[in-house]
């Protein structure tokens, strides 16, 4: 089943999704990348009702795109965070609301903080250390309130999510096979293989 | 279980003597499973006033925003802060806009507001989710510990409590009844508003 | 000749020239002086008022409100002080319309205004007038004093045209070629707030044509950032302030009425 995690670091967010691609109960593709990247220094990872999730992600990169067209700079994290949320809430009162959750890790460049918000598909949002969507939740996030270090290094940081990772694998009785891994810093956005 | 208790959290109001306080539990949840332990949902608007805004997560968040704009709107208007009744009657007037498709939010506020001779006393109100006021003399309660908050407040609270006597009130109703409500916990905050200053406390409950 | 092309603001004369636009330029050349500094840890402020007189009552001016005396300095917003040059009444609008558009901003995105982002939210109105069909453009000219942790403290400038421009310091109003010419002298880079105010209230005091210079010819404002919390600290001085601070410059121009008055 669809599965989430993103942790932060000492001066990143790590993020981590499943890469199935499943139509009821069958795996359609096993490469797909559920991780945008929005902005030089901002992530997004999306979990939910297939095609809204594409659909509201692209939507979503778009506006953020074109904020920072017209204004040379990109959106802070915190002010995205805030937009995409209100979208999400305004959506939730129409007619046909997106049903997506989202995970969005960014690096605050002004202040030099990394920041990971979690927001659900009602347009809840709140800005926490470590975060995870799907029912790999329910494994990861005790696991994380015992290993999680906000002062943690990189390798300390990619240890504490195999474990996440192993965990579900082991206790979830549909567990997603491959994971997609990305980091955002100082540096920008990359991809990291586990 | 009703849309009110999906994201759990409980406020509760005070009047004390010459000082309210109001405070909350810290939780943010998804149904049973805990998300955060360090959510806000009490926010200032004046250096005299705050508001709880215990319910729906997501519209803790939009009804925080409308509000800062419609009083930041009155601010740079009127070129004064608002009073607490004033603010209370906008928070009633913006949740009615929405009667028909509420905003899932039973918003609590204090604050001290300006008597003619210059004074100030207290004030303490709180709304059901389409806007019905109740202005209360002693405390008041809403949140998924909204019950068991009646009936520790009841027992505990006295008139004329000094600040400090007022704060040990609030914290012990908040925690000993959040304690029996398993949608709200994590630790709490407590704002003790007085005339001149704000004293705001992060408190440590059962942290399980 | 130029009859035939300055009815309507939307149509260009046979060189090229909208000049309603100009007109409006010309008309804030008269307006009382707006002058902005740009230091290394603030903006500083400073306007002279033209409207005043013994019988216009100041009272709501001396506490309440923001500070200054609603005449040519507004806050915009908690990080953006505005100055204005021109017609009190079409500024009076766009104030109001500068400050809709940051709480829409602050409403949107929880965080305040860039702003630069506020001198082009109100370009975007201004230009709509020289080329869509209203009578005539705002005769208002700004200067726009903010803080965005984008790029830090900055000052700019926008006309009725719809331009705007980014400055270390700069004159509106008035005097602004004189008042600019002392301040390309006198600016240093590396300037700081302190140092600033006085060249700002300097320059005023050369540039105005009155002899006094107090409270009820002067509004004066200052941002810079709170130590503690790193947030931008806006301060419109009251005119209580702006005399105490015209004192330990050592500014006060003496009036000669007064003088004769006391003896």
New interface residues.
Partial sequence: METSFAITGKGYVLMAADTTAARSIVKMKTDEDKIKTLSPHLLMAYSGEPGDTVQFAEYVERNIRLYQIRNVYALRPAAAASWIRRSLAESLRSRKPYSVNLLLGGYDTSSYNPQLFWIDYLGTMTEVPFAAHGYGAYFALSLLDRYHDPSASLEEGLDTLRRCIDEVSKRLVVTPGKYKVKIVDKDGVREIEL | MSIMDHNGGSVIAMVGKDCVAIASDLRLGDRALSISSNFQRIFPITDRIYVGLPGLGTDVATLRERFRFRVNMYTIKEEREIEPETFAHLVSSTLYEHRFGPYFIEPVMAGMSKTPSGGYKPFIAATDLIGCLNFAKDFVVAGTASSKLYGVAEGLWEPDLEPEDLFETISQTLLNAADRDAFSGWGAIVHIITKDKIITRTLKGRMD | MARRYDSRTTIFSPEGRLYQIEYAMEAISHAGTVLGVLAKDGVVLAAEKKVTGKLLDLS?AKD???GGSGEKIY?LNSNVIGGVAGLTADANSLVNYA??AA?RH??????DI?V??LAQRLCDMKQGYTQFGGLRPFGVSLLYAGYD??YQFQLYHSDPSGNYSGWKATCIGANNGTAQSLLKQEYKDDILVKDAIGLVLRTMSKTMDSTTLNSEKLEFAVLTLDPETKRPNAKIYRPAEIDALLLSEGLTKQDDDTEMKAT
Wanted: glycine fraction near 10%; aromatic fraction near 10%.
């Fill in positions: 709501s309440g409100g923001y806050l400050r809709t709480q602050l409403l949107q995105y929880n965080e860039p630069e982002l942790p984008h």
